[in-house]
């Protein structure tokens, strides 16, 4: 089934049966927003609608506003996926290895970090 860029990722998200939200504020007072969230991985997934022209992600302001969110969201522990109407259709591929391999990762990295302190 061929469909576009955000109707993918929620069908993704659906088909895989995972829990999710969607337009999830992640870092108050600012209001940034996820397009799609799973909350107890903290994982969030952005579509980049860049398709028209005057998309806000395509001026200075608007690309330096996102590149401050993904930022806030890395420092607070998210991982952040992005996709634009090429790639849309990787989500499925990234998110099975994302989650396979957090488990052993956030341990990995959960006691070198506690070592050092």
Known sequence: MKLSGKANILYTLKEMKLKFVTELVFAKPRRF???FALVDQMVA?????IVSGKSRHTS???YTKDTEKYNLA???GWRVLRYTALNHSNLKNDLESLLR?????D???TTLFNSKI
């Open 107 to 109: 341990s990995y990295y």
């Open 60 to 62: 200075i302001t608007g």
């Open 74 to 76: 890395i420092v607070n």
């Open 101 to 105: 391999t957090s488990t052993v990762s």
């Open 45 to 49: 997934i952005e579509y980049e609608g």
């Open 33 to 35: 927003r996820f397009d």
